[in-house]
């Protein structure tokens, strides 16, 4: 990856995983949230698909240290130490948008106190814990004869 996206923080960063998903443009805090609280940038300055080599630098300067980086208007990155770390991040992210969208909808939520926030951050945000979540997820998709497996073997051509 360091030839393709040489934009990317080098230590911590070994994988990435992005996509648009429909509920991953607004952000405020909930207990979905907590894993990313103070742990996610917001590159604002969307400018298309991010094929420039400076575009690029400025989202990983929004990303910093972060395991997760908002494009506004776009999607979401996630990065991570491992494959599993950052599409564990990239679902709980994504799930997490689904409900805070729902509960902006119905009126003002009530964000969760900081440091509440960083106490379950501290729970459920490390790399571990996103590795570990990840493992289920990754269990399914490559068992073979599951409808995941068959369904990611055929996206991939492989099939």
Not at 1 to 17: D, K, S
């Amino acid at each position: 990856m360091p030839g393709l996206m040489p934009w990317l923080p080098p230590m911590r960063t070994r994988c990435m995983a992005k996509l648009s998903p429909r509920s991953g443009f607004r952000w405020t805090r909930s207990l979905r949230t907590c894993a990313f609280f103070e742990d996610h940038g917001l590159y604002a300055e969307f400018g298309g698909v991010a094929n420039d080599a400076e575009e690029g630098r400025r989202i990983a300067e929004s990303l910093g240290d972060h395991k997760a980086v908002i494009l506004q208007n776009h999607g979401l990155i996630t990065v991570g130490k491992s494959v599993a770390e950052p599409v564990w991040w990239f679902v709980s992210m994504d799930r997490a948008c689904q409900p805070q969208l729902l509960a902006m909808a119905a009126g003002t939520p009530k964000p969760i106190d900081r440091e509440s926030a960083l106490k379950v951050r501290r729970q459920t945000g490390g790399y571990f814990s996103g590795w570990f979540r990840a493992q289920p997820m990754w269990a399914e998709l490559t068992e073979p004869n599951s409808d995941s497996s068959d369904r990611l073997a055929a996206e991939s051509g492989a099939a």
